[in-house]
């Protein structure tokens, strides 16, 4: 556990840890069940055969990914899933010249992570934002330092680091006269939308990951629809990554709580089923 | 004379009652019926119903046996032709094919043939209790009876030949149940966590249940020495080049379907309550959100608006009945332009359905809290017949009106998901997205076959099995040279 509510676990799957690529996520099912969840890989290790989640207690179902203790599996795993990041595919030349900005926002840092470690890897300058709302959520800053140039900490209550959020925080790097190219935005989407709009004030070009609700991931249902520019595109397929700049983050924050009212009446049940086991 | 007994009626549950549940519609014949409905095929000499079955099922064959209380013969009869005879039964449009074709249809009623292929496909594992009309029987009621001496398996010399298929849908099985049967070395790779594709996330279960009769056709399959591998993504997970380059594979069959909903493009789309007919039945179906015990969420209100003719707009429509809702079709043309199976509007009549033809949805209209609130629709008129000979629907000048709703579901029909074609080198697709194939199912990749919906565009089960098997043939006779 990296906090009491959020958990980090490394997942056996060698096919999908040999594929996966900085900015492509997986989809878990914790039993037969559970949903399917999607997840931003945190890591992947394609010698042992692993890759790394990161999930937060929110519903039943992560509450139930949450609950597997080390060697238990999960009923599925699958992936990777949606397009890697831009910077994968881009030509080396355009890539040195790029300074990346990533900024992270709670349990978003630790997708962040192994995108600044390619980064770092391929000897492009990459500094790293971490926000949280107090210390305590807190998460990757140890590893993250080992793969970015330089790591600003900041949090909402000031109890670590820089007193403000990330949107402050970016200023104040700029302000300092911190030259960046492009940034990169992962966290909840309301911190998505204002520190793209943050970026854009800056005149720095955003890129976003959304964490649409997606059934099966692979382009059939189109519960993942965004408005990007104006056009109706799948995060699933076309995504998870998008210009931020584009995004209709209101609809998108919209979409997102669709079955909010069905969710906590399953997050009652739950709650009375596993009392009722104990 | 045998053709004056007229055609044995099937038994169903009642409208009424099976709109408030996930039970199956139709109980199916049991013996008795299921032998004097067979006593009514002439055999003719030249069936024409065998001619028109895509699969090339020898009907009158199974029938004769059927007739003499042979079942398992029957079964074997239909093993040669078919591994998913249950699903054929149930999904397939009888009247358009075999029945559609029959003789005694003529100046009556044809055979029951799809039913009867049903009860045959049934009877092993359900015995008696095959056409039970005693309410539903649950899946642990059947008697286990063992899958060996059903199928049709004929001698053959095993290959070490591997033999990748992408998607465990019609096509897919089809194809691999053959070459399975031929001796080679097969794979299936499926990209969700259950085998069956559209007969999985699809289709409902009550025209086709799961357990009780979807999973023991796999297992069939399986039973043949079929490997299935779920939760592998042909194009992400690992991709066609590299399972000929690296894993051996020495053909590969893309049976991958039409995946991609199609939305209409009309605004206000995306408020909170728009689904497509895939999110919403692969919700209810795969993912069983119909039983309490699934964390499943789906969504239908008191009142839903499904926007399409075809059989996955009836599927969508009778779901969220049975989740309680008002449910309209609205569709552009007339009820005799519907393209769903005769038998699934009859049903959804039944069942309480509410059809508004010749209406066409122009705006989805939402609150303020962006969800929708109604569907904007133009009243339309049948005008002149259009390239498929169905005459195409003009809207009629000033007729918007507004039908109150909370949840609008698109059935719009689907195209194939790019993923592989996108990822893999050398195969082309034309201006729909439909993978390009010879009739014989080869693409443009040498070593690389494809069928069903993903080289037609979405059609039915039983289309796609027949490009499974023709692919099989092809796969063969290419592996028999390389």
Not at chain 2, 86 to 106: F, I, K, M, N, Y
Request: with cysteine; glycine share 10%.
């Amino acid at each position: 556990m990296l906090t009491p509510a959020i958990c980090r676990m490394k997942v056996e799957a060698p096919r999908l840890a040999a594929a996966a690529q900085p900015g492509q996520f997986l989809i878990v099912r914790a039993d037969e069940k559970g949903e399917r969840i999607p997840l931003t890989i945190s890591d992947f290790d394609a010698k042992r055969g692993t890759v790394t989640i990161v999930t937060q207690k929110i519903g039943a179902s992560s509450t139930d990914i949450i609950a597997f203790e080390p060697g238990e599996a999960f009923a599925d795993v699958v992936g990777p899933l949606g397009l890697p990041s831009e910077f994968v595919t881009m030509a080396p030349e355009e890539l040195k010249k790029q300074r990346y900005i990533l900024i992270a926002g709670g349990v978003g840092t630790a997708p962040v992570y192994p995108q600044a470690k390619w980064l770092k890897e391929h000897g492009v300058p990459v500094d790293v934002i971490i926000g949280a709302k107090t210390k305590d959520l807190l998460i990757y800053v140890e590893e993250m330092r080992a793969v970015c140039d330089n790591l600003f900490i900041c949090t909402d209550d000031g109890s670590e680091g820089f007193h403000g959020m990330g949107t402050n925080m970016l200023e104040h790097v700029v302000s300092e006269g911190h030259q960046y190219t492009q940034a990169v935005i992962i966290g909840p989407m309301i911190m998505m939308k204002f520190t793209t709009l943050t970026c854009k004030k800056l005149g720095i070009p955003a890129i976003v990951s959304l964490n649409t609700l997606m059934v099966d991931g692979t382009g059939m249902c189109g519960a993942c629809r965004v408005s990007v520019g104006g056009k109706t595109r799948f995060a699933c397929v076309e995504g998870p990554e998008f210009d931020g700049y584009q995004v209709d983050f209101d609809e998108a924050m919209r979409r997102q709580g669709q079955y909010k009212a069905e969710e906590a009446e399953a997050n009652e049940k739950h709650v009375c089923k596993i009392g009722r086991g104990k | 004379m045998a053709n004056k007994i007229p055609r044995v009626p099937v038994r169903e549950q009642d409208p009424k009652v099976r709109a408030t549940n996930f039970d199956e519609v139709c109980y199916g014949y049991n013996k008795e019926e299921a032998l004097l409905e067979a006593s009514r095929c002439l055999n003719c000499k030249n069936p024409r119903c065998m001619t028109a079955c895509p699969v090339g099922l020898q009907i009158p064959r199974f029938i004769a046996e059927l007739a003499q209380g042979n079942i398992a013969g029957a079964a074997a009869v239909i093993a040669e032709d078919s591994s998913l005879p249950a699903v054929c039964g149930r999904v397939c449009p009888q009247e358009t094919q075999c029945e559609g074709s029959c003789v005694l249809g003529v100046k009556g009623e044809p055979v029951a043939i799809g039913k009867l292929e049903r009860f045959v496909a049934d009877y092993p594992r359900m015995g008696d209790a095959t056409g039970s009309a005693s309410g539903p029987v649950r899946d642990s009621e059947y008697p286990a009876i063992p899958l060996e001496g059903v199928q049709g398996v004929k001698g053959s010399v095993r290959t070490n030949k591997r033999v990748a298929i992408v998607g465990s849908g019609p096509a897919g099985l089809a194809c691999a149940s053959d070459l399975a049967k031929w001796g080679y070395d097969v794979t299936i790779f499926e990209a969700l966590h259950k085998a069956g594709g559209v007969l999985e996330y699809g289709i409902p279960e009550f025209r086709l249940p799961k357990d009780k009769v979807l999973k023991h056709e796999i297992e069939a399959v399986r039973a043949l020495g079929v490997k299935i591998e779920t939760n592998v993504i042909i194009g992400r997970t690992v991709t066609i080049d590299s399972l000929m380059d690296q894993e051996g594979f020495k053909a590969v069959f893309i049976g991958t379907g039409a995946g991609l909903p199609k939305f209409m493009g009309i605004p206000g789309e995306n408020y909170n309550g728009v689904f497509s007919a895939n999110e919403f039945l692969t919700r209810n179906n795969l993912m069983k959100a119909w039983r309490e015990d699934y964390l499943t969420p789906i969504h239908a209100g008191k009142k839903v608006c499904v926007v399409g003719g075809g059989n996955v707009a009836m599927d969508a429509a009778r779901t969220a009945l049975r989740l309680g809702a008002e449910v309209h079709i609205v569709y552009r043309r007339t009820e005799a332009e519907l393209p769903a199976r005769k038998e699934e509007v009859h049903h959804a009549i039944e069942e309480g359905i509410i059809f508004d033809m010749l209406t066409n949805p122009v705006e989805v209209i939402g609150d303020e809290r962006g969800w929708v609130k109604a569907l904007k629709c133009v009243k339309m008129e049948l005008g002149e017949p259009d390239e498929s000979g169905r005459r195409s629907p003009v809207p009629v000048e000033g007729s918007e009106f507004e039908i109150p709703t909370e949840t609008v579901i698109m059935a719009l029909g689907t195209s194939p998901n790019p993923l592989i074609s996108k990822t893999t080198k050398g195969l082309e697709v034309n201006r729909r997205g439909c993978l390009v194939a010879t009739e014989e199912g080869a693409t443009t990749r040498p070593g690389v076959f494809a069928g069903g919906d993903a080289v037609t565009g979405a059609a039915t089960v039983i289309l796609a099995m027949g490009a499974g098997r023709t692919a099989a043939k092809a796969i063969d006779a290419y592996l028999k040279q390389n």
